[in-house]
């Protein structure tokens, strides 16, 4: 077997916010394209302060090796980090405060 065709790509998964995440994803993909597998997951939809249900904008399951949330929106946020809780997938959130 070939050193190429047995490596694998990192599989990561960014989700932002009007393009909340450009610049960090164009650097993602330019020094890290040749060993990270990038799916960006874009919400730029008018949202309320609150959301009760945000099915309609994450996934159910997530199937990637680590997640980078530039969401803006509180309450995605925080049912993103549940979700990688649940799937057991890290999460790197930038910029974020977490108070508690």
Same mark, same amino acid.
């Given at each position: ?71 803006? $929106? $509180? ?23 977490? $108070?508690?």
């Amino acid at each position: 077997m070939s050193q190429k065709s047995s490596k694998r790509l990192q599989q990561v998964t960014v989700f932002q916010q009007r393009g909340s995440g450009e610049r960090k994803i164009a650097g993602v993909r330019a020094y890290g394209g040749d060993v990270i597998e990038l799916k960006v997951i874009s919400i730029d939809d008018e949202l309320p302060l609150v959301l009760d249900d945000t099915s309609n904008y994450l996934p159910s399951r997530l199937d990637t090796d680590l997640v980078l949330d530039f969401l803006s $929106h $509180h309450d995605l946020s925080a049912d993103l980090a549940e979700l990688c809780i649940k799937e057991q997938v890290p999460m790197i959130s930038s910029g974020k405060k977490i $108070h508690g």
